[in-house]
Antibody, heavy 121, light 108 residues
């Protein structure tokens, strides 16, 4: 069964960075875009960016340009999302998801369990 | 950038009701519109893709329609497990994606 398993909860200081991992199992990792979505407490879903591991070419939402780095390691079927210059507003659950493509359409059909990142002094 | 809006932001309904949620895009996005359900403390779950295609395993009481800028998610015969928050998402501007703000469906 295909799964995305994320790393555990993190507590970080303002100004530091956090790196969250997302390990895929049970399917061909490199052929799908892995994307990252975050959700602040009580708020909606915010798309951050994604990567196609076979090309190792990330793309980012404008809101996170310059502060987020998304990478992938094909040898371990793991994607990573690193967010820097953390501030309290970055406290959120961070999800990875697989982007399925069907003809010209794209959708997020498989999600990780989420990783809570708390930014606090 | 394509902006997404949803209405209502919340609604109260009873088991057995028919519920309709609307999503609007700031420009035409064809049929590149997906719907997700999120229960508290859980990851989102795909319900509908490309405006009207039911994801495998999703009950047939869920349906989607629309194209261009206006889309609808309908839940027929609301079940207890359907009380959740629903998000639309545009994939027209792939690889950029945008979610709507969400619609919370709670028990009347």
């Amino acid at each position: 069964q295909v799964q995305l398993v994320q790393s555990g909860a993190e507590v970080k200081k303002p100004g530091s960075s956090v790196k969250v991992s997302c390990k895929a199992s049970g399917d061909t990792f490199s052929d799908y875009v892995i994307t990252w979505v975050r959700q602040a407490p009580g708020q909606g879903l915010e798309w951050m960016g994604g990567i196609l591991p076979i090309f190792n070419s990330p793309h980012y939402a404008q809101n996170f340009q310059g502060r987020v780095t998304i990478t992938a390691d094909e040898s371990t079927s793991t994607a990573y999302m690193e967010l820097g210059s953390l501030r309290s507003e970055d406290t959120a659950i961070y999800y990875c998801a697989r982007v399925m493509r069907e003809s010209a359409t794209r959708y997020f059909d498989l999600w990780g369990q989420g990783t809570l990142v708390t930014v606090s002094s | 950038d394509i902006q997404m809006s949803q209405s209502p932001s919340s609604l109260s309904a009873s088991v057995g009701d028919r519920v309709t949620i609307t999503c609007r895009a700031s420009q035409s996005i064809g049929i590149y519109l997906n719907w997700y359900q999120q229960n508290p403390g859980k990851a989102p779950k795909l319900l509908i893709y490309a405006a009207s295609n039911l994801q495998s395993g999703v009950p047939s009481r869920f349906s989607g329609s629309g194209s261009g800028t206006d889309f609808t998610l309908t839940i027929n015969t609301l079940q207890p497990e359907d009380f959740a928050t629903y998000y639309c998402q545009q994939s027209y501007s792939t690889p950029q994606f945008t979610f709507g703000p969400g619609t919370k469906v709670d028990i009347k």
